[in-house]
């Protein structure tokens, strides 16, 4: 009931749940606190909805976004407050006292200096957001960008203001109780006071040298920077907060490259969610600051997503354009018919190249060329089932869809009978789940499965932990534990920790990696995951959500995998590893197998998971798993061949390509240069 009640209200725990609910039931209570009148229930009552209302805004819950599209926001619930103040003054025979009319004439007053507050920080942060806003980039030295105000001055700065009435009420209360005007008088008088000298506090930073300098300057200088590091391969991406993934899945490719790279970022959310890198990274909001950004001097153009803001950088004509796409599946997404506006296509093998020939949407055969993969680099090849350890499977299923197909995910259909049957397996093995972090986005139906699903892998994992059979080594895990807190404490200290936050123009100026930290920060991730694996043991059962630890690393500690048709299961047969796949459709094996390669070499499911034990057989004994070969044959048609390396291939593709630019960039000068001749 509770877990229904979270999902209605769209809260995330049963904490904030019930913040929200004492929250909506303190104002009836102020209400009936005032008309009886009686000032410690109201008092009780204020502690209450201050209390919910701060801890709301901490959790940065939805709740409180809702409220103030129904007019019952943060400043309504505040003057609903006072209203109510002043109707138990009212009620308790005070109408004719001064503090009455010092409550009324306080609370005008301090609505009065909500307007100029408001304004002072809409004009700082509108002054201080930059038309760009870069990594790695060195801005500092070409133009002054000065330091932000202090983050406490900014962060939440309406609810800190309003939030000063409370010495007013405090006070109103103590000598509405003792009958004394005093204790009113230094409250509401603490209350102006502090509201005032927040408003002074912040009048510095709206002028003279406190503002970075104009959107004309800054814009020159990114142009001037530009002019001089020459980048030769953009990596373009627009998206959504939840799509960052797919840029920050070749952000590693692309410090790899033999040319200058240059990441070009469209939403400023996705520059906050970014993972760290060594490559420049420009943020371009704006359509026109890009078509007028200097990019001469790059000759190829790589594309991670089909997305409107593309046709931006796809009018240069002086650089050619690939779309490389964020995974490689059956999708129909792989073979989406707007890939013909690029001058190439990538695809990791000829798997892809095949795709685009079926689906006959526009794309020439010529203008695909295989690259590999080259993210793949980290999956390991699988060796067995250690001696020892029980197997591991990984449930890994996609997300539900845009367009909300039941065969999209297993989740919804079979994703409760895959887990059952994993968990109930004799022998025993482990179970990790890992949901695609889209999941439930769209359909109400894949949440609620999602949530099952969950809750039956931890409910198991308790179970396991109390079984004889499953002893941990508890000096590993409880050093393990200890290394985590040791390399997150570090790794936190590196990367800036909590209250290392400057605005978005401070950021700029100071974002320019430092290669000795990030070279320590990658060190000690490899170690995080290790102490993590360690830490959770190899037979305990585990829901990962979140981006760490990877979904290569699952990979790393699986011994086979369960999916549906994504790029997961594509990346997947890069391991070797028995796998299989779900028809959700239930198109049936053969058909199933026509419509979708990467699932040649798979046990296909059916919703009742029936089959599961064809894939835990094969686990088992290697030796007599009839699709090992198959797995090899598919491996190299998906991924293209071991030799040369992934990200040989794609350095080469780079290479001719920028050739090819260079090329039509020559031919067009020395039409330009003819015509002039001819003409003078």
């Known amino acids: 009931m509770i877990s229904t009640a979270i999902r209605v209200a769209r809260v995330g725990s049963a904490a904030e ?4 609910a004492l929250m909506m039931l303190g104002y009836p209570a102020l209400m009936l606190a005032a008309l009886i009148p009686s000032v410690p229930a109201f008092a009780a009552a204020t502690v209450v909805t201050y209390v919910a209302d701060h801890y709301l805004h901490r959790q940065a819950s939805y709740l409180i976004n809702r409220l103030s599209k129904v007019r019952a926001g943060l400043s309504i619930r505040f003057l609903i407050r006072q209203l109510l103040l002043i109707l138990l003054l009212a009620r308790m025979d005070l109408s004719d006292h001064l503090i009455f009319y010092g409550a009324i004439a306080c609370f005008i007053a301090f609505y009065g200096l909500q307007a100029p ?3 002072v920080v809409t004009l700082i942060r509108n002054r201080r957001r930059m038309p760009v806003a870069t990594r790695n980039v060195d801005l500092g030295a070409r133009i002054n960008i000065p330091d932000a105000p202090p983050f406490g001055l900014l962060e939440r700065s309406a609810e800190k203001m309003l939030h000063l009435d409370l010495f007013a009420v405090v006070g109103l209360l103590i000598s509405a109780q003792l009958d004394s005007a005093v204790a009113a008088f230094i409250g509401i008088g603490v209350t102006l006071f502090l509201g005032t000298l927040y408003v002074v506090a912040l009048l510095p930073y709206i002028r003279g040298t406190k503002i970075p300098p104009t959107p004309e300057v800054i814009l020159e200088a990114v142009d001037d920077w530009l002019h001089e590091y020459k980048p030769q391969t953009v ?11 797919q840029v920050n899945m070749w952000l590693e490719t692309m410090e790899q490259l033999d040319t200058r790279p240059l990441v070009l970022l469209r939403e400023r959310v996705i520059l906050q969610n970014l993972a760290p890198t060594k490559a420049p990274v420009i943020c371009v909001p704006g359509g026109v600051h890009l078509m007028n950004m200097d990019l001469s001097s790059v000759r190829v153009a790589l594309y991670a997503a089909n997305v409107g803001k593309n046709i931006h950088l796809l009018r240069v004509p002086t650089m050619k354009h690939v779309f490389i796409g964020h995974g490689d599946s059956d999708k129909l997404a792989s073979v989406n018919p707007f890939s013909k506006v690029y ?5 990791a093998g000829r798997a892809g190249r095949d795709r685009y020939a079926i689906a006959d949407v526009g794309v020439r055969d010529d203008d695909i060329v295989e690259v590999g993969r080259p993210q793949l680099a980290p999956i390991q090849t699988w060796q067995g089932v250690p001696e020892g350890r029980i197997p591991t499977v990984l449930y890994a299923p996609t997300w539900e869809g845009w367009d909300n197909d039941p065969g999209n995910t297993s989740l919804l259909l079979a994703g409760e ?6 968990l109930k397996a004799d022998p025993p093995v482990r179970v990790l789940y890992k949901p695609h972090p889209f999941t439930g986005t769209v359909s109400a139906a894949a949440g609620s499965a999602h949530r099952k699903v969950t809750a039956l892998v931890e409910r198991a994992a308790i179970e396991r932990a109390s079984d004889p059979r499953f002893q941990a080594d508890t000096t590993a895990r409880t050093k393990a534990k200890a290394d985590l807190a040791r390399i997150e404490a570090r790794i936190s200290e590196l990367s800036g920790g909590p209250a290392d936050k400057g605005d978005e123009a401070e950021l700029t100026r100071d974002g320019v990696v430092d290669l000795a930290k990030y070279e320590e920060i990658a060190r000690l991730r490899a170690e995080w995951n290790d102490a993590y694996w360690t830490s959770v043991g190899t037979f305990e059962h585990r829901v990962i959500s979140g981006a760490e630890p990877r979904l290569y690393d699952c990979f790393n500690v699986s011994d086979a995998m369960v999916s549906d048709i994504s790029s997961v299961v594509s990346d ?3 391991s070797g590893k028995p ?3 779900t028809d959700s459709a239930k198109l049936g094996v053969e058909e199933f197998k026509r419509q979708n390669t990467a699932v040649r070499a798979a046990v296909i499911l059916s919703n009742k998971a029936a089959e599961l034990g064809e894939l835990l057989a094969a686990v088992r004994t290697p030796d007599a798993d009839p699709m ?3 797995r090899k044959e598919l491996k190299e048609y998906l991924l293209g061949p071991d030799e040369p390396t992934s990200i040989e291939q794609f350095n080469t593709a780079v290479e001719n390509l920028a050739l090819k630019s260079e090329t039509r960039n020559v031919g067009q000068e020395r039409v330009a240069t003819t015509e002039a001749e001819l003409t003078s």
């Open 117 to 119: 507050h408001g304004a």
């Open 17 to 20: 749940l019930a913040a929200a």
């Open 579 to 581: 796998y299989a796949v």
């Open 417 to 422: 009978n895959i887990v059952k049957k994993l």
């Open 572 to 574: 997947f047969i890069a």
């Open 343 to 347: 001058d190439e296509v990538w695809t």
């Open 628 to 630: 090992a070969e198959d």
């Open 235 to 245: 990596l373009c991406f627009s998206g959504s907060k939840d799509s960052a993934y």
